[in-house]
């Protein structure tokens, strides 16, 4: 019984010592990022004929609040060539009649699909020539993935990027991962975007105009939470290009190899995580030289789920994902074949985030169990919770200084105190209710629960009316 | 806010609408206007009424433009020759009574050569007051053509848009500011300018379809659309010249290209 209490703290530290390494590569990258991401021309680049053209992919299923406040934002993108193509995955509600009644749509005769991905049957193609780069795909109820891959059949352009329906792009977010992309177009496969959480701030004509932390606790927490998962981490593991998951919210993909690798996989959530998986697969086993990269300046606003059941039902369906996705690719696992991927980051995953609150439940156990046996000291116990607890809120803390150094988009003073203190807050409670809702989102995959579960959305005029009377 | 300011310097320029509307609705059968600059005589307003209405026995009304002290003198009744007499008189009047007098005046007469819009009769109060001569100005069709044309400047960028703003307005174009599409389309509709300089990337609606709905705004004339942009593609270029786009410039652009295109759009 000791033995495990020994191992439990071992991990707790070696879990600890690789967060803090991982934000350490963050650090390094920062001040290239910065410098790029303030000196770069993007506005010279935005108008040029050498930027390649991108497929924009909305998929959207019950989006009728917000999805012409989307679309409106994504045909303003500051970006030389490229289409915007929502996937109406058979929504029950009037996501495709607003469509067609606000852009004035008509039904496509012969429209050419050229990709050769199953999906389910397209019931027709919606455009209207006034609004040239825009075209709206009907489809029967598929998921995500089956609408992002009826996406790819229809798109016309060699980079395609999967795009929320609930989320507005920054006007510069696209060219700013064209022009990573452009760095090293032959290497790079995927390039992932910075997901920040838009509740509180003002939105205006499809763009976020004032920025401001959310004032209700959920989003609040995951402000935090994003922050910490995308500067703190994604930078570092993007480094050395072991990124495991590009967010599905903003991601930037060559057609061809997500052709190659059969497009996304449909029935399980986590489609996101599982085409970066196939992709690092199958340029490692083909030895093709490749880069998936991470782009922090490329900024993508995203709703963030505000009650207890709609976070709840998300995490679960991460935790369910994140399940499926290290099953299916047990075979990586420690597997010298896949280099970084296999040696490091797929271990890293299984150990420690899908095992994570085995580990940290059973530790806790055992340490409460010592204490009352009297085999240990109850002071022990409180250290290494304080330890615990200080080397977490550090890492957050070291997430805010990297997005106080790089990039500022908070700009009031009051905002950064409450970072700091959320940091702190996130461990009293929402921690142990992240663990909870990973141990039950296994426990739907066990019982083959497969739904996605609800994700209500709210308009962003609600949003931001809330945010300027605040 | 640049939109704003503009706008209240027109709401001072009311005096030349409230003049259009009397000399449509009040006087539309003949009306003689006389436009008098004459620094110097605390009373000219009363002083020049006074003559007047002794010398032609008739109601004239005199109004007065209070910022650059220019009268507006409406003669009902008055033919071009009259009107012209009436001037004669009223110079060597205030030459004589007044010492160090120089009295400037332009004149016409409504419905004559020109339609009596704001334009026109702003431009005559400006003749007499900036015009080289000391003769007095009979106001005729060739110099209203040359009324100054109405530009709306479209961009985000603060900087392209105090630079456009003044160098057009230095050439003597009106011009309003517009900061994003939807913005942009509504001064459109209210303000119904001759012609739009815009940039393509704007936040609200932006592109083609915002070239689109411009051409389909319920206004009488529909604007001159010059295109001021980043955007380099060729493609997008020949679309906007088939959405009937009438020039097209990218940044960065030559200034003085610049003005000859636009100047070309004006004839």
């Keep these: 019984m000791l033995v495990y209490g020994t191992v439990a703290i071992y991990y707790v530290m070696f879990v600890n010592i690789l967060y803090f390494a991982i934000m350490g590569l963050s650090y390094r990258s920062i001040g290239t990022i910065a410098k790029r991401a303030k000196y770069s021309s993007y506005q010279t680049l935005s108008g040029s004929e050498l930027v390649p053209s991108v497929s924009l992919l909305v998929p959207a299923y019950n989006e009728e609040l917000t999805i012409i406040e989307n679309v409106y934002c994504l045909m303003t993108l500051n970006y030389p060539t490229y289409e915007v193509i929502v996937i109406n995955d058979g929504s029950s509600d009037d996501t495709l009649s607003v469509l067609i009644k606000e852009f004035k749509l008509e039904k496509m005769h012969n429209p050419e699909i050229r990709g050769t991905i199953e999906t389910q049957n397209v019931r027709g193609i919606y455009h209207n020539p006034d609004y040239p780069?825009?075209?709206?795909?009907?489809?029967?109820?598929?998921?995500?993935?089956?609408?992002?891959?009826?996406?790819?059949?229809?798109?016309?352009?060699?980079?395609?990027?999967?795009?929320?329906?609930?989320?507005?792009?920054?006007?510069?977010?696209?060219?700013?991962?064209?022009?990573?992309?452009?760095?090293?177009?032959?290497?790079?496969?995927?390039?992932?975007?910075?997901?920040?959480?838009?509740?509180?701030?003002?939105?205006?004509?499809?763009?976020?105009?004032?920025?401001?932390?959310?004032?209700?606790?959920?989003?609040?927490?995951?402000?935090?939470?994003?922050?910490?998962?995308?500067?703190?981490?994604?930078?570092?593991?993007?480094?050395?290009?072991?990124?495991?998951?590009?967010?599905?919210?903003?991601?930037?993909?060559?057609?061809?190899?997500?052709?190659?690798?059969?497009?996304?996989?449909?029935?399980?959530?986590?489609?996101?995580?599982n085409i970066i998986i196939k992709l690092h697969r199958y340029m490692l086993s083909h030895k093709i030289p490749y880069k998936v990269a991470f782009c922090p300046e490329a900024v993508c606003w995203t709703q963030a789920p505000d009650t207890y059941k709609i976070i709840s039902n998300q995490r679960m369906r991460w935790g369910r994902g994140n399940l499926k996705n290290m099953i299916e690719n047990r075979g990586m696992f420690l597997n010298p074949k896949y280099k970084i991927m296999g040696l490091i980051t797929i271990p890293y995953n299984v150990l420690f985030e899908t095992l994570n609150p085995y580990f940290r439940i059973t530790g806790l156990l055992a340490l409460a169990g010592y204490t009352l046996l009297d085999m240990t000291h109850w002071r022990i116990l409180l250290t290494f919770m304080l330890l615990?607890?200080?080397?977490?809120?550090?890492?957050?803390?070291?997430?805010v200084i990297l997005e106080e150094i790089a990039f500022r988009r908070y700009?009031?003073?009051?905002?950064?105190?409450?970072?700091?203190?959320?940091?702190?807050?996130?461990?009293?409670?929402y921690h142990q209710l992240g663990v909870l809702w990973r141990v039950q989102g296994h426990i739907q995959y066990l019982r083959k629960n497969n739904s996605w579960g609800t994700m209500t959305r709210q308009s962003w005029k609600e949003e931001s009316e809330t945010a300027s009377t605040a | 806010?640049?939109?704003?300011?503009?706008?209240?310097?027109?709401?001072?320029?009311?005096?030349?609408?409230?003049?259009?509307?009397?000399?449509?609705?009040?006087?539309?059968?003949?009306?003689?206007?006389?436009?008098?600059?004459?620094?110097?005589?605390?009373?000219?307003?009363?002083?020049?009424?006074?003559?007047?209405?002794?010398?032609?026995?008739?109601?004239?009304?005199?109004?007065?433009?209070?910022?650059?002290?220019?009268?507006?003198?409406?003669?009902?009744?008055?033919?071009?020759?009259?009107?012209?007499?009436?001037?004669?008189?009223?110079?060597?009047?205030?030459?004589?009574?007044?010492?160090?007098?120089?009295?400037?005046?332009?004149?016409?007469?409504?419905?004559?050569?020109?339609?009596?819009?704001?334009?026109?009769?702003?431009?005559?109060?400006?003749?007499?007051?900036?015009?080289?001569?000391?003769?007095?100005?009979?106001?005729?069709?060739?110099?209203?053509?040359?009324?100054?044309?109405?530009?709306?400047?479209?961009?985000?960028?603060?900087?392209i848009r105090e630079f456009l703003t003044i160098r057009l307005n230095m050439q003597g174009y009106e011009t309003l500011e517009a900061l994003d599409g939807t913005s942009a389309l509504e001064l459109i509709e209210k303000w119904e300018p001759d012609l739009v300089l815009t940039e393509l990337n704007l936040y609200g609606i932006d592109g083609l379809p915002f070239i689109n709905q411009i051409q389909k705004l319920p206004v009488e004339n529909t604007p001159k659309i010059v295109v001021l942009t980043e955007q380099r593609v060729e493609r997008t270029i020949s679309q906007c010249f088939q959405h009937g786009v009438d020039d097209y410039i990218t940044k960065p652009f030559s200034p003085v290209e610049l003005d000859a295109r636009i100047h070309r759009c004006f004839q």
């Excluded at chain 1, 205006?204 to 994003?226: C, D, H, T």
């Excluded at chain 1, 615990?388 to 997430?399: K, P």
């Excluded at chain 2, 004559?112 to 005559?124: E, F, H, N, R």
Aim: charge should be negative; charged fraction near 25%.
């Design chain 2, 1 to 159: 806010m640049p939109e704003s300011l503009t706008l209240e310097r027109k709401q001072q320029e009311g005096l030349y609408h409230n003049l259009e509307e009397r000399l449509n609705k009040t006087f539309p059968e003949l009306c003689g206007v006389m436009f008098l600059y004459c620094p110097g005589p605390p009373q000219l307003e009363s002083l020049v009424s006074e003559f007047l209405r002794q010398e032609t026995g008739s109601d004239i009304e005199v109004l007065k433009d209070a910022s650059t002290s220019t009268l507006a003198v409406l003669l009902p009744g008055s033919t071009l020759n009259q009107a012209h007499y009436q001037a004669l008189l009223l110079k060597r009047h205030l030459e004589e009574t007044v010492p160090e007098a120089d009295p400037r005046i332009t004149l016409t007469v409504f419905p004559g050569q020109v339609d009596p819009t704001p334009g026109v009769l702003k431009q005559m109060a400006e003749s007499a007051r900036l015009g080289p001569s000391s003769d007095i100005h009979i106001f005729t069709k060739e110099e209203a053509a040359s009324e100054p044309g109405r530009i709306l400047i479209v961009d985000n960028d603060d900087t």
């Design chain 1, 411 to 429: 700009k009031k003073l009051s905002d950064l105190w409450k970072m700091l203190l959320f940091s702190a807050l996130k461990f009293v409670g």
């Design chain 1, 133 to 273: 780069h825009l075209f709206i795909i009907d489809k029967e109820n598929g998921g995500k993935a089956d609408s992002l891959n009826a996406g790819i059949n229809f798109s016309h352009y060699p980079l395609i990027s999967s795009i929320d329906a609930d989320s507005l792009l920054e006007k510069d977010a696209l060219i700013r991962m064209a022009r990573m992309y452009m760095e090293n177009p032959e290497e790079t496969v995927a390039i992932g975007g910075d997901v920040r959480i838009a509740n509180g701030c003002l939105i205006e004509n499809g763009a976020v105009k004032r920025v401001s932390l959310p004032r209700k606790i959920w989003p609040m927490f995951q402000s935090i939470e994003y922050l910490k998962a995308f500067l703190g981490g994604r930078i570092g593991w993007s480094r050395m290009n072991g990124l495991i998951i590009v967010s599905g919210a903003f991601g930037l993909f060559r057609k061809d190899y997500v052709i190659a690798v059969g497009g996304y996989r449909g029935g399980y959530p986590g489609e996101d995580m």
């Design chain 1, 388 to 399: 615990n607890f200080l080397s977490g809120y550090l890492l957050s803390v070291g997430a």
